[in-house]
């Protein structure tokens, strides 16, 4: 006699990863022209790199319809303007229009998106090229959630330039240590590396969780090297969370690829570790981060942040999780994926007073492609993480 067996078993998200693109070093000259455009006006050397090389890709003869959607932002507004100028003559080469939209302000990016798709649109996908190199975190995020709602419509393709040079330098690193600490978790002014100063916490409506009463809040926090915007946010989503970080946060530490800045893990280590000590009154190994809540990913591959966070998210379905995204802009798109396919999570952040334009970046680095082509397909996959499965074994 033959029976079938069955197995049920879940789908796991290294299942899934495997299906996902891979980054991609690209040179100027294989850059293509996409139909819609969307870019950030920030102050960084970097910001218009992506926009030159597209006005070179410009064909003259060609007769497709192209827009451009340019997120601004209310901080550093004067810095931000400089770099105006060489993005729409750029733009201007090959875009038939520029929409501004309010970078800060999530629904309206949304809501641009979807119009720019709309009208772009022709019965075929359309090909959309976001370029992250002067995005902010919740730029990205408000980004990624607008394409989500039309991505049966469009191919993707993530485009970043890096910059040359990041602050803080290893040479003040080296010098003073310490020092470089306690810059990163006071809050700061001018003269202080990144930015300095906290305005109001802020959730995004794009992304704002299902949460249950009287279910404990956690926090997945993907930090940056100041500390201020990631405490604010902390004490904003409650005191348990707040007094004790070492036991209600998850922490996304960044790791850079290049061994020549792996320095900058470290020392990202230490000022949590610092704030952790400082916020619950913990001592010696009670604010050292272990395997148990931490965990370091590359600041380059986005499937790392990815992994991490669906991983560790399906480990709270009892809890009311918040992630607080404020590392590199490709650990923000990871952050982005997984947020889509998990929207019982929310999202809270906190913009700086000010960005210390002069001791942010410098330069122009490598420039990388991220081609997810069909979007829905990829979100749908991973949707499918965690998912239920059947086999049946004959016996």
Not at 35 to 44: D, K, P, R, S, T
Not at 301 to 329: F, H
Request: charged share 25%; proline share 3%; hydrophobic share 45%.
């Amino acid at each position: 006699m033959t029976g079938q067996l069955g197995v049920v078993g879940a789908r796991e998200v290294n299942d899934i990863l495997g299906l996902l693109p891979d980054l991609e070093v690209v040179a100027d000259s294989s850059i293509a022209l996409p139909q819609l455009f969307i870019l950030a006006l920030g102050f960084e050397d970097r910001a218009p790199s992506i926009a030159r090389c597209l006005r070179t890709a410009a064909n003259d003869g060609e007769k497709i319809r192209r827009s451009c959607l340019l997120g601004v932002y209310d901080t550093n507004p004067l810095d931000n303007e400089r770099n105006r100028g060489p993005i729409y003559e750029a733009v201007s080469e090959f875009a038939d229009h520029i929409v501004t939209v309010n970078a800060d302000r999530p629904n309206d990016v949304s809501v641009a998106i979807r119009r720019e798709v709309s009208v772009l649109f022709g019965g075929t996908r359309i090909e959309v090229a976001f370029d992250i190199s002067a995005a902010s975190q919740n730029y990205i995020l408000s980004v990624m959630s607008g394409l989500s709602l039309v991505s049966e419509k469009i191919n993707l393709t993530i485009l970043y330039t890096e910059a040359a040079e990041y602050f803080p330098k290893k040479s003040k690193f080296d010098d003073d240590v310490g020092a470089l600490i306690e810059d990163a978790v006071i809050l700061g002014d001018r003269n202080v590396h990144l930015e300095y100063g906290v305005q109001d916490v802020e959730g995004n409506e794009l992304y704002a969780g299902i949460f249950e009463e009287g279910h404990p809040n956690y926090v997945i926090a993907i930090p940056t090297f100041r500390m201020a915007r990631i405490m604010r946010c902390l004490n904003a989503i409650g005191e348990q969370v707040a007094g004790s970080p070492i036991d209600n946060v998850f922490w996304i530490l960044g790791r850079p690829p290049a061994l020549e800045n792996s320095w900058r893990a470290d020392y990202l280590l230490s000022i949590v570790e610092t704030m952790i000590a400082r916020a619950s009154g913990a001592v010696g190994e009670e604010c050292r981060l272990s395997g148990e809540n931490s965990v370091f990913c590359s600041t380059l591959d986005y499937k790392d942040v990815l992994a991490e966070i669906l991983k560790r998210s399906d480990t709270l379905i009892d809890m009311n999780v918040t992630v607080i995204n404020m590392g590199s802009k490709m650990q923000a798109i990871g952050a982005a994926l997984a947020l889509l396919s998990r929207q019982e999570m929310a999202v809270t952040s906190a913009r700086p007073t000010e960005y210390n334009a002069a001791f942010y970046s410098q330069g122009e680095g490598c420039k990388w492609r991220l081609r997810f082509a069909a979007f829905d397909y990829i979100l749908a996959r991973l949707g499918e993480v965690s998912a239920l499965t059947y086999s049946t074994e004959q016996s």
